[in-house]
């Protein structure tokens, strides 16, 4: 699972659930000691796996004080507002958000994985829906990317 929401919450459900089936196991025959083990087996995979699922982080879109800010867990942007012209949205299995300077041109990021690479957009959700995003962005006050040929006014 690549979407980090998606994949919290499935480790979250999956280990909660080998936690009840180590529960079951062990609860079947108490006395016999393969079925303890197994259970605790179980119990500790699950264990395991509500533990790591509840540490991952989703990111997130927040703007206050003249600035927008993304969020996924110590990786921190912060941007002014003056310096953001316009946003674009890239669809597909990862959805992710670029962010355009005044003159359109995309702006790079430092990788989100501790890389050296920089990329032009930040990663979001599979599960983020396209429409909250496009809601967002009007309310922090940046523009979709015009994608259109023509200058998109009628004055000229």
Known sequence: MVCPSGRKHGEIWSGSALV????????????????????LLLAAAGA?????????????????????????????????????????????RNRSLGLCDLTG??????????RRA???????TGLAPIGRIEMFMAAAGIPPRDRSITSGSADR
């Open 20 to 39: 009840v089936l180590g529960a079951i196991t062990v609860a079947l025959s108490p006395t016999h000691w393969a079925n303890l083990v197994l259970g």
């Open 48 to 92: 395991a796996l509500v533990w790591h699922g509840s540490r991952l982080h989703s990111p997130a879109l927040e703007f206050s004080d003249g600035e927008f800010r993304y969020i996924r867990g110590r990786y921190v942007v912060r941007i002014p507002f003056a310096d953001i012209g316009s946003y674009y949205l890239l669809t597909g």
């Open 105 to 114: 041109r995309p702006r790079a990021f430092p990788s989100t994985e501790g």
């Open 118 to 124: 920089a990329r032009p957009y930040l990663p979001l």
